[in-house]
């Protein structure tokens, strides 16, 4: 079945801001910690984001580049990965499971230089690794401690980051996802493949809004 859609939306920013704005008092995610659920409505979750992208930009990062998420599927890997997003650069994501092997090659062949990480034990991974890893200066935790040497943050401390750098650069967050269009790049993912080393597959920003708006039009998903 095939949907034809002609969308108001131009990219993943434009779209994520716009249901941020609609509903910002509804649920948007709900988690399980602990055997307990929580939740953050879309406002919440709109600031978080918007502090997370800051502080991306405040580390320097440019629209078209490239940043990863080695981490296991949480609300914290989908915060991220709207602020890789709204910031104009694009989501690399690294499965857990990968090899030490497939995770360098990943980090060097897309040039990534902020690595978003879920606990102490893929930060160690990366430090095994770092050697192999001249490109990459930030890792960006979700759960494990800043490091003395910098190279680590906590993700609670790198959105502090975030909302500093917005206080002195009020508008810096908006004109970095005004500026995403349809045609940029918005994810990078690499196949495992049988043979040779992983292959990068490229999805545009239009790619994803048709994919909202088509799944929003065939009533596959409603609220819960």
């Not at 949480?74 to 090899?99: H, K, N, V």
């Not at 500093?164 to 908006?174: G, V």
Request: hydrophobic content about 45%; charged content about 20%; overall charge negative.
């Amino acid at each position: 079945m095939s949907v034809g859609l002609a969308s108001s939306f131009r990219s993943v920013p434009d779209l994520w801001q716009h249901r941020v704005g609609s509903t910002p008092e509804s649920e948007a995610l709900r988690w399980r910690v602990d055997g307990r659920w929580r939740s953050m409505t879309w406002g919440e979750a709109g600031a978080r984001v918007r502090a997370l992208t800051n502080a991306l930009l405040a580390t320097g990062l440019q629209r078209r580049d490239r940043c990863v998420i080695f981490a296991g599927t949480s609300m914290e890997w989908i915060l991220a990965d709207f602020a890789i997003l709204c910031g104009g650069a694009a989501t690399t994501t690294i499965y857990p499971q990968a090899s030490d092997d497939e995770v360098a090659y990943i980090l060097g062949d897309c040039g990534a230089a902020i690595a978003f990480v879920d606990h102490a034990e893929t930060v160690e991974r990366l430090r095994r690794l770092r050697p192999r890893l001249p490109g990459l200066a930030k890792v960006v935790a979700f759960h494990a401690p800043s490091s003395d040497d910098g190279w680590v943050e906590a993700l609670s401390t790198f959105e502090a980051r975030g909302r500093d750098f917005a206080a002195a650069n009020p508008e810096a967050y908006s004109v970095a996802a005004r500026g995403v269009g349809p045609q940029d790049l918005a994810t990078l993912m690499y196949t495992s493949g049988t043979t040779g080393q992983p292959k990068g597959v490229m999805l545009s920003h239009d790619a994803w809004v048709y994919e909202a708006e088509a799944i929003d039009a065939l009533g596959f998903l409603s609220p819960a």
